[in-house]
């Protein structure tokens, strides 16, 4: 890469760890199918620099690996993006929008159009929830903001519903399932649904009247909302998942 480009992108993660409050940034430019080059802004715990091998959890971007675990089971025949998504996991009929909405599909969860409300804040504080708590949630009715179908409606449980799917259609829960299918394949071994055991890792902080403040307690762990949330990985592991990706355009067969 070249070096104005390289200071440029250096610059832009400098100004978002100010703008954003962030203790440390790691980041890193995919090109040719490998890791280009790695940067980073401020330090771990450690006072350390973060490296391209320093964990961080990765929130939402781990909807991508459950959304390509759909399509791929789409590419299979296992099911069919426009199925209603209690079809293949029947305990999820219980989740309907307005009187006269249609049976929420795959398609709809997956693009956020189902309709169920925004719930950021209250999914990222249930991400160790247990399959029978969650259950009660299902059976419950949750809460619509819109009609499925009618408008863009970010959802986590719908990300939860997902996952529920892919364990019904597979037989194994989607975190194993995305282990077999993706991560083992693709060496990303540093990659998991747990927080390290190891002390490379970025810690939780929160922001309290403009000062970064050390969070408490540490991070919760892997349960029936993972698949919305949950995972954590590396620069250089991340790296491989894009690059993944990116050969998909590259294919003779993509056009």
Same mark, same amino acid.
């Given at each position: %890469?070249?070096?104005?480009?390289?200071?440029?992108?250096?610059?832009?993660?400098?100004?978002?760890?100010?703008?954003?409050?962030?203790?440390?940034?790691?980041?890193?430019?995919?090109? $040719?199918?490998?890791? /280009?080059?790695?940067? /980073?802004?401020?330090?771990?715990?450690?006072?350390?620099?973060?490296?391209?091998?320093?964990?961080?959890?990765?929130?939402?971007?781990?909807?991508?690996?459950? /959304?390509?675990?759909?399509?791929?089971?789409?590419?299979?025949?296992?099911?069919?993006?426009?199925? !209603?998504?209690?079809?293949?996991?029947?305990?999820?009929?219980?989740?309907?929008?307005?009187?006269?909405?249609?049976?929420?599909?795959?398609?709809?969860?997956?693009?956020?159009?189902?309709?169920?409300?925004? *719930?950021? !804040?209250?999914?990222?504080?249930? =991400?160790?929830? !247990?399959?029978?708590? @969650? *259950?009660?949630?299902?059976?419950? +009715?949750?809460? #619509?903001?819109?009609?499925?179908?009618?408008?863009?409606?970010?959802?986590?449980?719908?990300?939860?519903?997902? +996952?529920?799917?892919?364990?019904?259609?597979?037989? &194994?829960?989607?975190?194993?399932? @995305? *282990?077999?299918?993706?991560? /083992?394949?693709? !060496? %990303?071994?540093?990659? &998991?649904?747990?927080?390290?055991?190891?002390?490379?890792?970025?810690?939780?902080?929160?922001?309290?009247?403009?000062?970064?403040?050390?969070?408490?307690? *540490?991070? @919760?762990?892997?349960?029936? =909302?993972?698949? %919305?949330?949950?995972?954590?990985? &590396?620069?250089?592991?991340?790296?491989?998942?894009?690059?993944? #990706? $990116?050969?998909?355009?590259?294919?003779?067969?993509?056009?």
């Amino acid at each position: %890469m070249k070096p104005d480009c390289i200071a440029e992108l250096q610059r832009i993660a400098e100004e978002v760890a100010v703008e954003s409050f962030c203790p440390s940034i790691s980041w890193g430019v995919v090109a $040719d199918g490998a890791l /280009a080059h790695h940067g /980073a802004v401020g330090a771990l715990d450690d006072g350390t620099p973060p490296t391209a091998q320093s964990v961080y959890r990765i929130a939402s971007m781990t909807k991508s690996f459950t /959304a390509a675990t759909v399509l791929a089971l789409r590419d299979e025949g296992v099911w069919s993006l426009d199925d !209603a998504v209690a079809l293949h996991a029947p305990e999820l009929a219980t989740v309907v929008g307005p009187p006269g909405s249609a049976p929420i599909t795959l398609r709809q969860l997956l693009s956020m159009a189902s309709g169920l409300a925004t *719930d950021d !804040a209250w999914a990222d504080r249930h =991400l160790d929830i !247990a399959p029978a708590d @969650i *259950d009660v949630i299902y059976a419950g +009715g949750p809460t #619509f903001a819109h009609l499925p179908n009618a408008v863009y409606e970010y959802s986590n449980l719908g990300y939860a519903m997902i +996952g529920r799917a892919i364990e019904r259609a597979t037989g &194994t829960r989607a975190q194993q399932h @995305i *282990d077999e299918r993706f991560l /083992a394949p693709l !060496a %990303m071994h540093d990659t &998991t649904w747990v927080q390290p055991t190891h002390d490379n890792w970025a810690r939780p902080y929160r922001v309290q009247d403009e000062e970064i403040i050390r969070d408490t307690p *540490d991070p @919760i762990g892997d349960g029936d =909302l993972a698949p %919305m949330g949950g995972l954590w990985t &590396t620069v250089a592991d991340l790296a491989k998942w894009v690059a993944w #990706f $990116d050969s998909a355009n590259s294919r003779p067969d993509q056009g």
